[in-house]
């Protein structure tokens, strides 16, 4: 099972970008990469998915890289209501199991 | 309102005691989940059902039982051999065409 790599925080300023990176050099050619991002003491907010193409929809965008080892998920414009943990994960087998990493804690700051 | 509903929001349990934390979903989807997470930590898979009447062990199963009889509801008993159940609860579920899991408000267990 493919494995993730984040940072641990990261900082943004309100309405600047927020890109958040990941690795997952271990990654398998049919394995998406998900985001998920949770605030204090709710339930994981689905975000957005993607296997090789770069996806956008209305909350983010997600860049991935052509060999797919790593992603970046942006939010372009970020907001104080964009305060929290971000994960970055790939659905492993045919459960669908999501596997979780401790994410990547982002502050957007006024 | 669609969408997943796990209750209670807080739920206090005394040692040795068994407790059951419920999750309902109305978006008609076939799997549900159950994940653990411990503070400042990433979610941890404790049971998942594909299908009613069927179920799987995750990765941290031992002192959980679940049961799915109906397909939307997948409670979990935390049982007393649950050596360390104070923890943040969180169901989820994901329609069977679909890939993404999408998780309800999450109940917090403490023991006393």
């Known amino acids: 099972d493919a494995k993730t790599t984040q940072p641990t925080s990261m900082d943004c300023a309100e309405g600047r970008a927020a890109n958040l990176p990941c690795n997952h050099s271990t990654i398998s050619g049919n394995e998406y990469v998900y985001w998920y991002r949770q605030i204090h003491s709710q339930g994981p907010q689905y975000i957005i998915h993607g296997l090789k193409n770069n996806e956008t929809n209305e909350m983010a965008s997600l860049i991935i890289t052509e060999d797919r080892k790593s992603s970046t998920l942006i939010l372009p414009h970020a907001t104080l209501r964009d305060t929290a943990v971000y994960y970055c994960i790939v659905r492993a087998g045919n459960n669908r199991k999501l596997i979780w990493g401790l994410g990547t804690s982002l502050a957007v700051n006024p | 309102d669609g969408g997943i509903t796990q209750s209670p929001k807080y739920l206090f349990r005394k040692e040795g005691q068994n407790v059951t934390l419920s999750c309902e979903q109305n978006?008609?989807?076939?799997?549900m989940y159950w994940y653990r997470q411990d503070p400042g930590q990433g979610l941890r898979l404790i049971y998942y059902s594909q299908i009613v009447n069927d179920f799987q062990k995750g990765d941290i199963a031992e002192g959980y039982s679940v049961s799915r009889e109906k397909k939307e509801s997948f409670p979990l008993t935390v049982t007393s051999a649950q050596k360390n159940p104070t923890a943040f609860y969180l169901c989820?579920?994901?329609?069977?065409?679909?890939?993404?899991?999408?998780f309800g408000p999450g109940t917090r267990l403490l023991v006393l």
């Open positions: 978006l008609n989807h076939d799997a």
């Open positions: 989820a579920s994901r329609g069977a065409s679909q890939e993404t899991q999408y």
